[in-house]
């Protein structure tokens, strides 16, 4: 497979294994909780800090576990006043480049600065996402051929999806010189095509007036029996080319000729050639009742079926081109306009379009991220799709800029919530409802640190980051009640336990071993469910061969979590 190459990307290339770990930093004065709760971590999430650095904070707990993704990165256009090109004016960008980065920003033009930036991003991005998840990201014509060689290569070319193309701009940017664009695109990615869960749309009301038959069974279109792809022919469709016979006075059919029953209609193609049925013999057989035959300008028969809508609602696949009104820039910047009385940004996305992506890439239970929130669009989209069909999805948002992560992100998620008086949808005039924690970035989880006694992490996060650590996803609810040897959560095959508390006194104290007794108390439970148990500590009192007898494999702190 063809792979891009770039200025820095032999450095970058594994950049996002290196990122330390850190905790998220709970401020509950700028969270928005229902009344008498406290924010919590498995609440809707506000970030605020580099989005690297979020993303590897998150995954602990949300490895493998994210339903969908929608980011807008910048577009690198090279005239966006916080850009990751050679007029960087974002602060953490810059630091990024000049400190934190392993690449030297100042050898590297905007189209390499922007691919390192994006690169270890995406590979945390495609960690965080659950095997049956689906990536949307928004681009132009700047960067969208790079990144796409960029996620082929990151997420495999086997698991793109499609590049829709969206008109967000109808009258046209009349500064282009030669063609006045009107769109942008949408990348499309599974992390796995093959068990990728995307959903049709419910149908407009133009398409809905097309049913406009009605009987017993419900409202019904009409539709050809006739598979109309030239593609299919009765060459290598055999079984779907044979006779249907009508009755030509009641138009009903029959795969049977019979005295009533004389008109014969073969599938044909509008060549006229032998083309084939959609349905097998047997399914017209046992729909028969379904079906009928009409007489065209043409003077031939031919054969239609009956198409109901299903009782969950008429749907159809999501098309490549998005034309609708409600999705473009215009639409978004009245929205956010009507919010904050004017629009701090200059075309921001429409909630609607991202509302689209989060229809076809989730149920009603699903987790979607965004780690490049600006707005917060995204949480105004799954709020608004939560109010819409009583569903229960949960955002997580990051933003970097110091300016905008609370004035801005968080602002207009509260003011959504709460209501818009001056909106033109009464849903949103009244409130959609629900609340989120708003966070920062917590100190680094180092070996340093811990060794020194500094910022220890509670028992919980630290848990969270060693069975990550172990295992590569992130853990689901951990035991609350540990007992006196630490087992806080169990996998099919492995007990995990962690002798911990938060204090230096403790960690050098001989409570912090594990010892002989401990050892014996694990190794019988982990005989009676037949599983392996891993032990965290920060030291034994047994050597490894004994505890591996045991079915016992011991990590010492801190080094146990250096791999995090």
């Not at 850009?83 to 630091?95: A, F, G, I, L, R």
């Not at 006229?272 to 043409?298: F, H, P, S, Y």
């Amino acid at each position: 497979m063809p792979t891009l190459d770039f200025k820095g990307k032999q450095i970058i290339y594994a950049n996002h294994l290196t990122v330390p770990a850190r905790t998220l930093e709970v401020v509950a004065k700028k969270s928005l909780s229902p009344r008498g709760k406290k924010p919590f971590l498995d609440d809707n999430l506000i970030i605020h800090g580099d989005n690297l650095h979020a993303l590897k904070a998150l995954m602990p707990r949300y490895a493998g576990k994210v339903n969908c993704i929608y980011i807008d990165p910048p577009y690198n256009t090279g005239n966006e006043k916080w850009m990751y090109n050679d007029n960087v004016n974002s602060p953490m960008m810059k630091e990024w480049l000049k400190g934190k980065s392993p690449v030297d920003g100042e050898d590297l033009e905007r189209h390499d600065k922007w691919l390192c930036m994006m690169w270890p991003r995406l590979q945390l991005l495609r960690e965080l996402l659950a095997e049956d998840g689906v990536i949307f990201i928004s681009i132009d014509d700047n960067e969208q051929h790079r990144l796409r060689m960029m996620m082929d290569e990151i997420f495999g070319e086997e698991n793109f999806i499609t590049c829709v193309a969206a008109q967000l701009n109808p009258r046209g940017r009349t500064l282009d010189r030669h063609f006045a664009k009107t769109h942008e695109y949408i990348l499309v990615y599974a992390k796995d095509y093959v068990i990728c869960n995307t959903n049709e749309l419910p149908k407009k009301e133009k398409a809905l007036a097309e049913y406009k038959h009605k009987d017993s069974e419900g409202k019904y279109r009409f539709l050809e029996l006739r598979n109309r792809n030239p593609v299919f022919h009765r060459g290598n469709r055999p079984n779907l080319f044979y006779p249907i016979w009508a009755d030509p006075k009641n138009h009903d059919v029959s795969i049977k000729k019979s005295k009533h029953h004389t008109e014969e209609i073969y599938p044909r193609n509008s060549k006229g050639k032998d083309g084939c049925w959609t349905w097998g013999k047997e399914k017209v057989r046992l729909q028969i009742k379904d079906l009928q035959a009409k007489l065209v300008n043409t003077g031939k028969w031919r054969v239609y079926r009956k198409d109901y809508i299903p009782s969950s609602g008429a749907t159809s696949k999501s098309k490549s081109l998005w034309l609708e009104k409600e999705i473009n820039n215009e639409t978004g910047k009245e929205v956010v306009g009507k919010i904050f009385s004017d629009s701090p940004f200059d075309f921001p996305k429409s909630h609607e379009l991202i509302k689209k992506c989060v229809q076809i890439g989730t149920d009603r239970k699903s987790i979607i991220l965004d780690s490049f929130a600006g707005s917060g669009t995204t949480a105004h989209a799954v709020l608004a799709l939560n109010k819409e069909d009583g569903g229960n999805r949960k955002f997580i948002l990051v933003e970097c800029e110091n300016k905008i992560a609370d004035k801005i992100t968080a602002e207009r998620v509260r003011r959504v919530i709460k209501g818009v008086p001056k909106a033109k949808d009464e849903v949103l005039k009244n409130g959609l409802g629900g609340g989120f924690t708003y966070c920062t970035l917590g100190d680094e989880m180092s070996i340093e640190k811990m060794l020194t006694g500094k910022n220890l992490p509670d028992y919980e996060t630290l848990a969270r980051h060693v069975a990550y650590t172990a295992t590569g996803q992130s853990p689901d609810k951990l035991r609350k009640a540990r007992g006196k040897d630490g087992f806080f959560y169990e996998t099919k095959d492995r007990l995990f336990y962690l002798i911990y508390e938060p204090t230096l006194a403790f960690l050098r104290s001989a409570d912090s071993a594990l010892n002989s007794t401990r050892a014996q108390r694990i190794a019988k439970q982990a005989k009676a469910k037949k599983k392996t148990a891993v032990v965290f500590a920060t030291h034994k009192f047994m050597g490894q061969k004994e505890l591996s007898g045991m079915n016992i494999v011991f990590c010492g702190l801190p080094y146990g979590i250096s791999s995090v």
